[in-house]
Nanobody, 114 residues
Framework: VQLQASGGGLVQAGGSLRLSCAASTRRYSFNTMGWYRQAPGKERDLVATITGRVNINYADSVKGRFTISRDNAKNSVYLQMDSLEPEDTAVYYC?????????WGLGTHVTVSS
């Protein structure tokens, strides 16, 4: 199973982006899907996760600005990012967890200019 992330890009501060991540197959379902990010020179940190339909967790730094959602029929997870700040600049990775293992997608770059 592979995860394909898309939607990154360059945006001005205050702008919005929507990231998407889709699994290569609908054969397997995932308990938890989420987004992490890694800024240059820093460790990879949690941004948001969603378990089931409504169990959602956000990093404090993105609460009120980012919204995570999922479409189980499409085996996909999304991240709506609003009010973007230069500090949000990073490579964003999606992650999916199932009883049989964890899968990471390749990152998508997000750059927020001031």
């Amino acid at each position: 199973v592979q995860l394909q992330a898309s939607g990154g890009g360059l945006v001005q501060a205050g702008g919005s982006l929507r990231l998407s991540c889709a699994a290569s197959t609908r054969r397997y379902s995932f308990n938890t899907m989420g987004w992490y990010r890694q800024a240059p020179g820093k460790e990879r940190d949690l941004v948001a996760t969603i378990t089931g339909r409504v169990n959602i967790n956000y990093a404090d730094s993105v609460k009120g600005r980012f919204t995570i959602s999922r479409d189980n029929a499409k085996n996909s997870v999304y991240l709506q990012m609003d009010s973007l700040e230069p500090e949000d600049t990073a490579v964003y990775y999606c992650k999916a967890v199932s009883p049989w293992g964890t899968v990471w997608g390749l990152g998508t770059h997000v750059t927020v200019s001031s």
